[in-house]
């Protein structure tokens, strides 16, 4: 039996979480939450101990594996606490604020050859599979991913209220959800990102962070990505967001439609057409994702994205926000 601390719970995902620890073959040996707004609940669920901040929690018990959470800016220096104590850990996205400090992490994870992981679930996904094909990566030609999320209210609802200030989540639904589209860009398209160009509004809301975005990659390889994501989708419990894409990679092209992928290419007698069962539900994705960390500490696997990933995407966030508040200007990476 493996235990595992819940790191700093006042945060949206925790519950998506919860039912996969359950059932796994785990002890929960402590909760901390500085918010004192769930610490309670989750330990009488788990029958364990409340903390009010991690450093307590650490100094009380030593945990075989973290699941750390929280507010985006005290991410780094949580993950510094764990890996100087060497406790494997898995880390909600975007795990810092800026690339420098997440690219300090990875350096230090490597060279202590830490156990981390991010949830960059959409890694484990139906999509990822069926665009990936069997391949290793897919080359596209151009791709187009589109996440529209609720509205912002609904992190004042869950008791998040830090998620609509900048200066502590870092941004609005770019560097919330838009991180999961960047990286499955970043490491399916088979070539760097060079130059980014976004554009984004606030107008909506009147929040310190963006409604919506729209980011313009530009591939070493020639290809060209665009990403959107925003709060403003009518969210209820029966549809909570839109997820749509569309792609091309060699001879196919892939599209989301409903319940599926439909993946279109040329044949022997003209244009084939194959449907593709996928689920786009990307909360199922978070249980295969505790699933897939204990698999990877009790095998000594590598884990689905590490710091190293992390690092890749938020270059890009911080290119698209400096290109979208210099009013589109082209921002190069790499050079």
Not at 40 to 48: D, E, I, K
Not at 231 to 236: A, G, I, K, R
Request: hydrophobic share 45%; aromatic share 10%.
């Amino acid at each position: 039996m493996t235990t595992v601390a819940l790191i700093d719970t006042a945060h949206w995902h925790v519950p998506l979480y919860l039912d996969a620890l359950e059932k796994a073959d785990v002890q929960i040996v402590g909760v901390s939450d500085p918010t004192g707004t769930t610490c309670q609940s989750l330990a009488q669920r788990f029958h364990t101990r409340c903390f009010a901040t991690c450093e307590e929690l650490l100094n009380e018990v030593r945990p075989e594996l973290a699941f750390v959470f929280g507010r985006h800016v005290d991410m780094p220096q949580t993950a510094n606490l764990l890996l100087d104590r060497d406790i494997p850990f898995a880390i909600e996205k975007p795990c810092g604020l800026r690339a420098a400090d997440v690219r300090r992490l990875a350096e230090k994870a490597f060279s202590k050859r830490a156990f981390v992981a991010i949830p960059f679930i959409f890694r484990l996904s139906d999509t990822w599979r069926i665009i990936r094909n069997g391949q290793v990566s897919v080359k596209f030609d151009h791709a187009s991913f589109r996440f529209i999320a609720g509205p912002p209210s609904r992190y004042e609802r869950a008791s998040t209220p830090w998620m609509l200030n900048r200066e502590v989540s870092g941004g609005g639904p770019l560097i919330n959800v838009g991180v999961h589209l960047i990286d499955l860009f970043l490491v399916l398209s088979g070539s760097e990102v060079v130059a980014v160009t976004a554009f984004s509004t606030s107008h909506i809301n009147n929040l310190s962070i963006e409604d919506f975005i729209t980011v313009t990659l530009q591939c070493a390889s020639g290809a060209v990505g665009i990403i959107e994501c925003g709060y403003t989708f009518p969210s209820s419990a029966q549809q909570q967001r839109e997820f749509t894409f569309s792609l091309r990679a060699g001879d196919r092209f892939l599209r989301s439609v409903e319940k599926g992928i439909e993946v279109i290419h040329d044949g022997p007698a003209g244009v084939v057409r194959e449907f593709k069962p996928a689920e786009f539900e990307t909360d199922l994705y978070y249980s295969d994702f505790v699933e897939h960390v204990l698999a990877a500490l009790q095998e000594n696997s590598p884990t689905c994205a590490d710091f190293r990933d992390a690092t890749g995407v938020l270059e890009v966030v911080e290119a698209a926000y400096k290109s979208a508040a210099e009013g589109g200007r082209l921002i190069r990476l790499h050079v």
